[in-house]
Each structure stands twice: as C-alpha cells, then as structure tokens.
C-alpha cells in the first residue's frame, strides 16, 4: 500500500509505535490490571486510543516486553499470498500540512484499509481549500483530478470533508460514473441544497457544542459570558454557524460575544483581558480577518489558549493537549475508521445503498492538565468521561522501573544457567571468529573501494589497498595519523564534528557535505569528491569506527554533463522553429518546448499527462489511437491532426514521433515533433480545385466554340444557301432583283464575317502580333463596346515600341477576362480602360463603379476568371491587384516588369 507521509505537526501521529509496540502496550495493560470495559463509549474509545498507542508514559513498559521478548521463541512468518489489487482514491478538502484532523482520518482510512482481503493501491489527494479556496482554483483542480484519474478508475471513492463531498455530488457522474462514494469529515448542515444519489453513503460528523456548554457550566457553575472565537475561512464560517445554531437556547441566559472578524492579533488582545467568570468556545480559525492562514489545530488553538484569561473548550479531538480544557469531542481518527469499514463492504461487494449512513461517534475528552489549571474537579465532569494527560503518582510514575528490576533479576539467574553451557561453545565461536576474521581481511584487502578503520582519537588503525590506490599513501605511512590528513582544510571542522556526533548516537551513516558531497584530498595535494559511510564495532574493548569511501570524482563530472546535456536540449528545442514534445514509459507526457506552448497559449502544467488532448479537435481524437499502437510496438508513427491555437483556430499539424532510449538501450519513452501545415494542404486542396476548374473551363471554352460554330454562323450559312437556292427557282429575273438579292447576301455574309473575326479576336488577336498591344487593346475595345452596347472609355501614355510577346498576350487576356466579369457582374454600361508605359515596365488598369463584389467567396467560388489572371501574371513575373467591396466598385490593376529591346540592344553595344 503506498501512503503520504504524515504531518510531523499532527497530535494524532505523536508516540505513534510499530504494530508489535502496540500489542505489547496492550498486553501489559491487560496483565497490569482489570480489562477496560467497552460497554461504554468512553471505554470503546480507550479501546481504540489503545490500538493506536497514544497513552503517555509507556516507555518503561516496552524494556520489559524487550527482555520477555528475549524469552519467547520466535514463529516463521506466514507465506505471502498475491491479493486481488483494489483502487482506493481518497479526496481531502486540506492536506495533513494544513490540517491534523484530515491527517488522522487518512491514517484511520488506510489502516482500516489494511483489513481487507485485497491488495490497496492507495491514492490521496487534497483541494487544499484553505490555501485555494477560490472557486477558479477549485474547479481547476477538480478538472485536472478528472483527467488524472480518467484512464485509472478507482473501485471506491473516499471524500473527506465538505469540499470534496461537494466535488463528488456536482461531478461523480461525469468524471466517475458508477463509482461508489464513502464521505466523512463533513457535517449534515454544511451539504445545504446539495443531494445525495444512490451510489453515496458514509458517516455525518455530529457537533454539538451545546452539550460541551453544558459540561463547561457544570464545571465553572459562575459562568455569565461565553466568548465564541473563529476565522472567516469558508469552513471557519461553517462551523461558526453549526455553533451559533447549538447555542441558541442559551443566549436568554448567559451574554454571548463572537469574536469572529478580528485578525488575529486583535483576538488575542481581546482575550487577554476577558472579564470574570467567563469561558471560550474556539471554533476554527485557519484564516483571520487580515487573510493570513493559520492550521487551526497546532496553531490557532494554542495561540487562543495561551492567550484567554479563562478556559477555553473546543469541538474535535485534535484541539486537545494543547492547552485547551476539551468537551464533546468529534473523534476524527474514529469517523475514518468508520468511512474505511464501509469502504471495505464496498470492495467485498457490497452496494452504498444497501450500507446505512451513520453519525460519527462523539466522546467527552478533556485535558487532565487544563483541568488542574483552571482548578476544575473531574468530579464535575459528565459521565464516562476520557481524562488525558493525567500527571501520574508514583507508584505509575515507577511501578514499571520496579518490574523491570524483577524482570532483570530473573533473566539474570537465567543467564547464569546457561553461561556454563555458552563456555562449551565458545571456543567454537573463537575459532569460527578467527576463520570470519581472516575472510574479513581477505575481503577488505581485495575490496574496490577504500575501507580506513580509525579510533575514538581519530588515528587510523586499519588502511587498505584501494585507500593506498586511492589517496597515494602506503599503510605504512597511514597507520597511526589522523584521519585528517585526508580532509581538506576547510572542511576539518564540520566533517570531524559529523564523526564525533555518529560516534554519540551509534547509528549508521551516509552523509553529504558542502557543495553536494564529502571531500577529500589526495597525497599531492588534488582535492576530489566523495560518498562515505560510517559503521562502529568493538573491537579489544576499544570503540573503532569503519569509514568506506568511494571516490565519486566520474559521477560528478557524468551529472555535470547530463546537466549540460540536458539545458542544451531544452536551450535547442525552446528555440527550435517546431513544436516538441516528450513522453514517459507510461505513455504520458512529460514535456513540452516553449514554441508548443507559445502555439497553445497554455502553461506546461495543463499540457502535460494526457492534457494536450483536450486541444485537439473532436473529429480528430482518433490520432491518440495512432499514437497508442505505435507507442505499444515501439514503432516511429507519422500522423496529421488540428489542433486548436491561442486564439482559437484550429491548425493542422504534421507529427512525427520516434522511440527514445536509455543509454542501456532499454525503452524510454517517445519524442516528438510537429510543424503547422494548415498553408500547405490549404494549397493542395487550391491546386486540386484549380486543376478541376482548368479543365471545366476548357470545356466549357470548347462548348461555346462549338455553338457559336453550329447555332450561329452554320445556321446562318445555311440561310445563305437556301435564300440562293429559293432565288434561282423564281421565273423573274430582272436585273433590279439580281442587284436587290446579291445586295442582301452581300449583308448577311459582311455580318457573319464581322462575327466570325470576333470570334477569332476572342480566341486570338492577330493585331496583337503584328501591331502591338496598345493597338489591339484599342480594337479590342471598340469591338467590345459595340457587340455588347457598352462604353468603353480607352487611354494609353507611355508605352514603348515592343513589349514582349508574352507580356502582351498575358495584358491582353486579363483585359478580356476583366471587362467580361465587368459586363456581367457590374450592373452598370460604362467601363475605363488605361495602358501606362516606360522601358521598365506596363500597366493596365480597367476599372468601373458597379457592384463590386467580394473576393473571397469569388476565389472560392466556380468560377476561374480571377485565378487565370493570377496565374498568367504570375508566368510574367508581374503583379495583380484587385480593389473591389459590395456597392463600391472594381478596379483590377496589372503591372509587368520588363527590360525593352532598345533598352537591351543599348546595353549589349
């Protein structure tokens, strides 16, 4: 079972002994006098302040059980069993730092945890509700707690305390469906509206502090002022109101003042100066009114003790030993004790619906020592009363001393039976030491790392081979000099004031001094790290000290460079231009670049584990699968994925992950990079729409070629024909109407010729090739204007005498297509077309005042006009603007560097 260390501040954890000094205090209880009765609560208490071993003065005690123990055989231990492993998740409204009840309710829960017949994989956690009780802060970790545990569902759920009841009834479902739900440590009034469902069941703490009130006026019968103490914490608030409600019936006889919303220098002034006849309920204190935050049971209660001119009575049990006088007493070790029974019906199968919700039992303790010092009689106190800290008499203070001196003189007349039969094996145990102690040499000498043996005086008295190696001195010369020959100067002080101090205590020791390690210093002079312990034997009546040091020179130098290593690493991937990232064995990760983090706009906390999935798109969960296979085969993965950025958008990513591995080639986890290529499948799926449109539209360019060919001038052809065919059948033939008939197909053919060389114009201009592009764009024009019924308004300025062939035909083609997305989309009949020139470069602008249009949903749309322009000035090296908005017009401008043949021919002669 894996348990937190314990608040070293707990009252609870003081005298805590081993389970086998727990049995032997309950044995010599039991034969040093008459069984303590459990019929009563007070004796169920004793019982189990009993097993948990917190009565005073038993020390005496255990150097008995030390000697019988000698007597007793000893059993071989029972065979381990493999136990079925169970999942217990234990939620804590404050961490056992913060709060000693909390520390005793963990302690209870995981012994009684220990009772059930499965292996317990223990997990603890607290929402720290004094120091973050912002609910921001809450629900953040309410949040991180749901995904930590999303992958390891717990059997059973242990909530200790409001906040965290609170946390299971708002988010059980959600982040633990179906989970059962053991509370404790929270009062029936703190839920409020809260409701319970079927899958919750534990133990109500009870308070009552009306019956403590009670106890208090049967021991200080004078009372008339009863000060109530507290903080402004929101549990400090809770309890508050708990008290106020249970003192209600007594406020038209006695005068209540509560000193609620005082810091806690003001509270102590205050209480400095109480009048007569007045007692003090603390109810909790962990945060005054200034915001500093106190642990309520080591802290606040012995500052209000110390400080009260009067008696001060408190709620739980924790709040008592230091200085307060006690009262019904919540026992918070016992609700945990209760919650963990529970928790184990659960894992044996039991349903929380089926185990009744209880109250926590409340017993009434008080402090022997705060008793005398008020002069309170125990007399005076309620039935079955628990009175701890008791000065003891004589006879308890040393009745134990005198059955250790009978115990001693029994086992000593049992040693002298048997030293006659220990000399018969002591010449055997001589000859066997011998043989050790020439092993033991042989072992030292061949040893590899160097063993000095030195005095009380600090003189050495032993140096082996691999010290001579070493520190480049011989045994010779080693034997009998101080140990300090090898301690560097400015290291002799704290390192000789270390051995004197193991050689008080007799405790085995490995230390490490000054600049993370121990130093010592070779013969020349070379100073150089070491790792040393220490161990002392007996050895011919005289104490000597074994140190064995190992020279750690390459493992500080190997640190050092992982170090190194390693800040490179982090130094190259936080400037790297990709995002990185890192995991463990455990599939989880456990870094991330500050580029990964820049493009996430999150901190690393909420990155690492599994938190870098919440940012991927829900479409894409699937990639974690990818990443899950590859992870299992240890196999390199390749895999795209949209991942949402700071502000908001979500961007593709490649990600390529490869195996890491140790320096022993063992499995290390995975790294990997990604790189955003949202642009480029952007342009994929660009090119591939533009490949679709190019040749949409060359088929549609040869539809309307082929129509125009066969609707139009073939039909007017063959109108031609039959005219001349009905024409040559009439009977007159006058010469008038020869002359009027070739007059008419001498129309119809100039029409169709007029309309066949638009066609040709459209499809290619041959006055572009053989007389520039200032005059085919004049024609052009004019043309257009004509066979549309628009006006076009045409000026030039500038242009040169030649412009390239491809230049021309690439101004040419966006003229066409401007002016037909003019006509068609402008809603208006007047256009202005303008050529400007130099020897460096063309310009066309065509422009209008129509309707306008958006660009975006144009370049997006069916329609290839806009990309053929973008492309063909692209192929020239030019550059295309389009201003145009909704009702304000268009204005396509195209500008085409280029070096004129004159401008060349000068340059080249």
Known sequence: MRLRQGDKRNPTARHQPTQLGRALVCLFRWRAGPPIPTSSRAGRYWAYLLAQGRREHWEPRKLVLLLVGCLLPFQNPAPAQ????????????????????????????????????YQIEFYNENLEATLFPEEASQRQFREWFAIKYRDRKPDVIIAAGQASLKFMVESHEKAFPNTPIIFCGSTEEMLHKLKLDSYFTGVWAVAQPEKTLKAALHLQPATKHVVVVGGVGTFDRDTEGIVRKGLRNYESTL??????????????????????????????????????????????????????????????????????????????????????????????????????????PNVYMFDGRALRRWGFKESNLPPDSVVLYRQPTAWESYKWYIIAGIALIVVETLLLFGLVWHKVRRRRAEHKLRESQDRLAGIVGSAMDAIIAVDEEQRIVLFNAAAEKMFGCTQTDAVGTSIDRFIPQRFRLEQGAHLRRFGESGLTTRSMGPLGALWAVHANGREFPIEASASHVEADRRKLFTVIIRDITERRLAEQALRESEERFRLVANTAPVMI????????????????????????????????????????????????????????FQMQYRLRRHDGEYRWLLDIGV?????????????????????????????????????????????????????????????????????GQKHSKSEVDIHEHIGHIKQRLSDLGK????????????????????????????????QQKVEIDFTHEGMPRTVPKEISLCLFRILQEALQNAVKYSGVRHFSVKLEGSSAEVKLTISDNGAGFDQQSALSGRGLGLISMRERIHLVKGELSITSQPAGGTTVYARVPFEAEERRTRLAG
């Open 255 to 360: 005068d209540f003042t509560y000193l609620t919303d005082l810091d806690v220098a003001t509270l102590l002034e205050r209480l400095r100066h109480l009048p007569s006849n007045t007692i003090v309920f603390h109810t909790s204190i962990m945060q005054d009114a200034k915001g500093t935050r106190f642990i309520d049971a080591t802290q606040s209660v012995p500052m209000v003790a110390s400080a009260a001119n009067a008696p001060v009575f408190v709620l739980d049990d924790v709040d008592l030993g230091l200085g307060s006088v006690g009262g019904d007493l919540l026992s918070w070790a016992a609700t945990g004790q209760l919650a963990a029974e529970m928790a184990v019906r659960v894992l044996n199968g039991e349903k929380p619906q089926d185990i009744p919700i209880v109250k926590s």
């Open 82 to 117: 493999v136990r079925e492993v169970r999942r217990v998740l234990v939620f804590n409204d404050f961490g056992s730092m913060s709060s000693p009840g909390f520390a005793a309710v963990d302690q209870a829960i995981a012994a009684g945890l220990e009772k059930s017949p």
């Open 659 to 727: 195996p890491r591995l140790n320096p022993d080639g063992s499995f290390a986890g995975y790294i990997g990079s990604c790189v955003d290529i949202t642009e480029r499948k952007l342009a994929e799926e660009a090119m591939a729409g533009i490949g679709r449109k190019l040749i949409e539209a060359h088929e549609e360019e040869r539809t309307w070629i082929g129509r125009e060919l066969h609707d139009d001038v073939s039909q007017r052809l063959a109108l031609v024909v039959i005219e001349l065919e009905q024409w």
């Open 755 to 786: 309309d066949v060389q638009a066609l040709s114009h459209r499809l290619h201009s041959s006055k572009l090739d053989y007389l520039g592009i200032t005059v085919a764009t004049n024609s052009f024009c004019r043309e257009f204007s004509e």
């Open 581 to 636: 990232w890192m995991s463990g064995t455990d599939k989880l990760c456990n870094y991330f670049n500050r580029p990964w983090l820049e493009f996430t706009g999150r901190s690393i906390e909420a990155e690492l584990g599994n938190g870098w999935a919440e940012m991927v798109h829900p479409e894409d969960q699937l990639c974690r699968d990818t990443y899950q296979e590859a992870f299992d085969r240890h196999e390199p």
